[in-house]
């Protein structure tokens, strides 16, 4: 079972940056770049939804909220992906989580807790 951990959440001021990073363990990188990666978040009150995702040949989705903002990466020989996140705003503050999907195949990290101050 895949085995998804994130990380480089934490608390920074509006206009800031953060890079988050989702590690996966128990697969092998040649496996890991068939799965699509996606990033969601989810803020206190309100549901979980999509941030952005990157398919296993590269092409990736954004939200309207964060396009050109918000930049996902893999990189499947060190099986991690990346979420670079500029010019972060107050809105942006959540619980960011991770998930690998292959077919039936679904995983989740536990999260991470970014908060933007105004």
């Known amino acids: 079972q895949v085995q998804l951990v994130e990380s480089g959440g934490g608390s920074v001021q509006a206009g800031g940056s953060l890079r988050l990073s989702c590690a996966a363990s128990?697969?092998?990188?040649?496996?890991?770049?068939?799965?699509?990666i996606g990033w969601y978040r989810q803020a206190p009150g309100k549901q979980r939804e999509l941030v952005a995702a990157i398919s296993s040949s590269g092409s990736t989705n954004y939200a309207d909220s964060v396009k050109g903002r918000f930049t996902i990466s893999r990189d499947n020989a060190k099986i991690t992906v990346y979420l670079q996140m500029n010019s972060l705003k107050p809105e942006d503050t959540a619980v960011y989580y991770c998930n690998a999907n292959l077919y039936a195949r679904n995983y989740w990290g536990q999260g991470t807790q970014v908060t933007v101050s105004s």
């Open positions: 128990a697969v092998s990188g040649s496996t890991f770049s068939r799965y699509g």
